[in-house]
Nanobody
Framework: QVQLVESGGGLVQAGGSLRLSCAAS????????MGWFRQAPGKEREFVAH????????YYADSVKGRFTISRDNTKNSAFLQMESLKPEDTGVYYC??????????????????WGRGTQVTVSS
């Protein structure tokens, strides 16, 4: 099993920045992909970004491309999401997810085996 814990959420004004962290514990040697998803009230959980630990490959949703940066620390089994130029529509609960990386399609929720409990991000206008 792998446990994921997110941190770094909070309240920020539009145009501001936040850095989210996701710490993995347990059988982390099996993990090669970590991703971030978000869910606004009354909406479906949506993909934000993912990163492959083995080679650093990253992929972003169009809505955050150029504003958000996903990174990883292999030695600490952690992933990060640096969020810049935040907009009110970025508000939501941000979830970290992880998987072994065998099958691809990591912009889809169902591709991930492990999930954190989420951290709230609120962007005021």
């Amino acid at each position: 099993q792998v446990q994921l814990v997110e941190s770094g959420g909070g309240l920020v004004q539009a145009g501001g920045s936040l850095r989210l962290s996701c710490a993995a514990s347990g059988r982390t040697f099996s993990i090669d992909v970590m991703g971030w998803f978000r869910q606004a009230p009354g909406k479906e959980r949506e993909f934000v970004a993912h990163i492959r630990f083995s080679d650093g490959y990253t992929y972003y949703a169009d809505s955050v491309k150029g504003r958000f940066t996903i990174s990883r620390d292999n030695t600490k089994n952690s992933a990060f999401l640096q969020m810049e130029s935040l907009k009110p529509e970025d508000t939501g609960v941000y979830y970290c997810a992880a998987d072994r990386g065998y099958f691809g399609g990591y912009s889809r929720k169902r591709s991930y085996e492990y999930w954190g409990r989420g951290t709230q991000v609120t962007v005021s206008s």
